[in-house]
């Protein structure tokens, strides 16, 4: 029930649409951008750094599969001018002065915090998994090549792996492997707060930027 909860905003009919075909910019969609290249309105200044804040904070976590994290991060550093913190620059002293902790938990290398009863909840951020799989095999396969791009941002915006290995892997046992990840995640932070809904704070990154399948159900 869990996972058709998740599911029910997607499908898994998209099929892979190669770089030379009519792609579709998400900006071009309902929504904006929140690219952090954008050129701000007039008399809008958006730092650039973020510092953690001088005195304890109580975070929240800003979980998401693969791809997308970034945009709810640079949102989160604009708005309150607190720095993130992610499994990268972790540390508990950075994390207790940080607005959100980023973690792909509970998925193979993820750091889990023992304690964390000063967070105030979590931010759970879901792709249509076909995308966000996609995202996670282009980024494998960038490192993979020695191509240099920034996990935290949806790898297919900087790289695209060509077309013929995605096929393969799509057809994969790894693949079908990767939706149960994607199940497990789900299951685990729904479950994690089963008793404060209150406190889980649902949203998709389609619906973010416009993209496909913005609408959830």
Request: net charge positive.
């Amino acid at each position: 029930a869990t996972l058709a909860l998740a599911l029910s905003a997607y499908s898994l009919q998209y099929a892979w649409a190669p770089l030379n075909s009519n792609w579709t910019d998400s900006t071009s969609l309902r929504g904006r951008s929140l690219s952090v290249d954008d050129s701000p309105p007039p008399r809008c200044r958006i730092p650039r750094e973020y510092r953690l804040s001088k005195q304890p904070t109580s975070p929240a976590y800003l979980a998401s599969f693969h791809g997308g994290g970034k945009v709810i991060s640079n949102l989160a550093q604009a708005l309150t001018g607190i720095a993130t913190t992610n499994q990268v620059n972790y540390a508990k002293h950075r994390t207790d002065h940080s607005v959100l902790f980023e973690t792909h938990y509970p998925l193979h290398g993820a750091i889990k915090i023992q304690d964390d009863d000063n967070f105030r909840g979590t931010i759970l951020l879901l792709r249509n998994p076909i995308d966000s799989i996609l995202s996670s095999f282009n980024a494998f396969y960038a490192l993979q090549y020695h191509y240099l791009i920034d996990l935290r941002a949806p790898a297919e915006d900087q790289f695209r792996a060509p077309v013929e290995d995605w096929i393969r892997y799509r057809d994969s046992a790894q693949f079908a492997a990767q939706v149960k990840l994607y199940e497990k995640f789900v299951i685990y932070w729904m479950n994690k707060h089963k008793k404060n809904r209150e406190d889980l704070l649902l949203i998709t990154y389609e619906g973010l930027t416009g993209g496909r399948g913005a609408t959830f159900t």
